[in-house]
């Protein structure tokens, strides 16, 4: 069964700051891998994913992630963050051979953006 | 991208009745949809995959005659809370993947009194 651990409830970050949301999956075979972002009371909104090809994938609102398969990683990355970039980030993981019902998501993680 | 939309995006219900949710895709066909719940600042539950045509894919604890699912046509699928209980309070989020994407729903809070 696949995994995914995102070590960081929350991750405070001054405005103009690089941002780093952690995630880390476990899956037998390819996996295609996900992050999505979630306002207050909306539901989630997707950011960029990895399916095949280039380890670096650029995504919306200026992330981007890199996928890394030796260490079994996919960090989510902004080099200047905004205070609007302030949400819930959550990481997805599933084999690229399952259903999208076996598509498993991170606890989330928490940015904090302050002005 | 696809649009998957919700409603009612906010219910308020007395303990006891039921309430009905509606995910729709607006711009491509889904045989499948699925139905999350999220709890306050926790990550997405599946509940059950909804099939068009077809009956209804429950996970493993989730009650499937507390939460009838219906998935009538390709663009439309519902979710009933019957008998709801405030221990049913929470936010319920919907999707569909035409593709190699999941698209969500923006979700509907139910808050049962």
């Known amino acids: 069964a696949q995994s995914v651990a995102q070590p960081e409830d929350q991750v405070n970050v001054a405005e103009g700051n690089p941002l780093t949301v952690k995630c880390t999956y476990s899956?037998?075979?390819?996996?295609?891998l996900f992050w999505y972002v979630q306002y207050p009371n909306r539901g989630l909104q997707f950011l960029l994913k990895y399916i095949t090809g280039d380890n670096l994938v650029k995504g919306s609102y200026g992330f981007e992630a890199e996928f890394n398969k030796s260490q079994t990683s996919f960090h989510l990355k902004k080099p200047s963050a905004l205070v609007s970039d302030s949400a819930l980030y959550f990481c997805?993981?599933?084999?690229?051979?399952?259903?999208?019902?076996?598509?498993?998501f991170g606890a989330g993680t928490q940015v904090v953006v302050t002005p | 991208g696809a649009v998957v939309s919700q409603h009612p995006s906010r219910v308020i219900c007395k303990s006891g009745t039921s309430v009905k949710i509606e995910c729709r895709s607006l711009d491509f066909q889904a045989t499948t949809m699925f139905w999350y719940r999220q709890f306050p600042k926790q990550s997405l539950m599946l509940m059950a995959t909804?099939?068009?045509?077809?009956?209804?894919?429950?996970e493993q604890g989730v009650e499937k005659d507390k939460f009838l699912i219906n998935h009538a046509s390709l663009t439309l699928s519902t979710l009933t809370v019957t008998s709801a209980h405030p221990e049913d309070s929470s936010f319920y989020i919907c999707s569909a993947s035409p593709e190699l994407e999941q698209f969500f729903g923006p979700g509907t809070r139910l808050t049962v009194l």
């Open positions: 899956v037998s075979g390819n996996p295609y």
């Open positions: 997805a993981v599933k084999r690229a051979t399952d259903s999208w019902g076996k598509l498993q």
């Open positions: 909804s099939n068009e045509g077809s009956k209804a894919t429950y």
